[in-house]
């Protein structure tokens, strides 16, 4: 008979230790996969003597197989590698799970900075970008960066760069 009350209380014991070890497991917060962000569009907006504002259109798509409820962002941007223009935006949005959502978001720039890029800028170059910040959640920060061609004017020419 104690035998059989101690076999009782094991089995007891070991299935309340796996009940709590599956729910444990179950309640792990999943680290999320950070989003790739695109330069979508810039669209000039107020322009005084020292400085620019920019209306930034980012495409910010979400890997995870949940929605990311995104609490801010916080973004360089870079023309031919030379920053153009900082974002920042508290604006509240959700980017559904396996898609995408576009980000408005209206940033600052020196006309110093405008001047500079238009300077550098020569006849059949590339134009690229490179867009690198963080995606604030509730609870954790995302960190991204993503390089593309917004002209490639090698295409627009016929020209080759090749020998």
């Known amino acids: 008979m104690m035998m059989n009350t ?22 792990m917060p999943v680290k999320p996969e950070s989003p790739e962000v695109l330069l979508v569009n810039i669209t000039p907006l107020d ?3 020292f400085e620019q504002r920019l209306q930034v259109d980012l495409r910010v798509r979400n890997p ?11 973004f360089t941007l870079h023309l031919n590698d030379q920053r153009l223009a900082r974002g ?27 001047i500079r890029q238009l300077l550098n800028f020569r006849d059949h ?26 002209i490639d004017t090698t295409q627009l ?7």
Do not use: W
């Open 125 to 150: 170059q590339e134009v690229t970008y490179q867009v690198d910040g963080v995606l604030h959640l509730q609870d954790t920060r995302l960190p991204f960066e993503n390089k593309g061609v917004l």
């Open 157 to 163: 020419s016929g020209t080759s760069t090749g020998s």
């Open 64 to 74: 995870n197989n949940f929605d990311l409820e995104v609490t801010g962002l916080d």
């Open 88 to 114: 920042l935006t508290n604006k509240a949005s959700t980017i559904p799970r396996l898609g995408d959502s576009v980000v408005s978001v209206e940033t600052t720039t020196s006309t110093l900075d405008v």
């Open 6 to 27: 101690t076999s009782r209380a094991s089995g007891v014991l070991c299935g309340f230790l796996f009940l709590t070890a599956c729910h444990s497991m179950t309640a």
């Open 47 to 49: 322009t005084t003597m």
